[in-house]
């Protein structure tokens, strides 16, 4: 089964990670929905830089984007 998810983020939110050292890092979760690393933000977000707004876009695995339009009923 297929789903489409819309998300409409840019960047990705910033979180303090403590490892098992009691080091502090900061991390960047995924917004855009893009990273191939989720739950964590990989820079896959800049593609989505130049899209217009009000523009809907599905992006393929290979990378490529491409704009459509759904239909809810
Ligand atoms: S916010 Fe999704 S890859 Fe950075």
């Given at each position: 089964m297929a789903r489409v998810i819309m998300k409409d983020a840019h960047a990705s939110h910033k979180v303090q990670v403590v490892d098992d050292e009691g080091n502090t890092r900061l991390r960047g979760i995924c917004?855009?929905?893009?990273?191939?690393n989720l739950p964590f933000?990989?820079?896959?977000?800049?593609?989505?830089?130049d899209e217009e707004e009000g523009v809907l876009y599905r992006y393929n695995e290979d990378g490529t984007r491409e704009e459509c339009s759904i239909q809810i009923e």
């Open positions: 917004m855009c929905g893009l990273s191939s933000c990989n820079g896959s977000h800049r593609k989505t830089e």
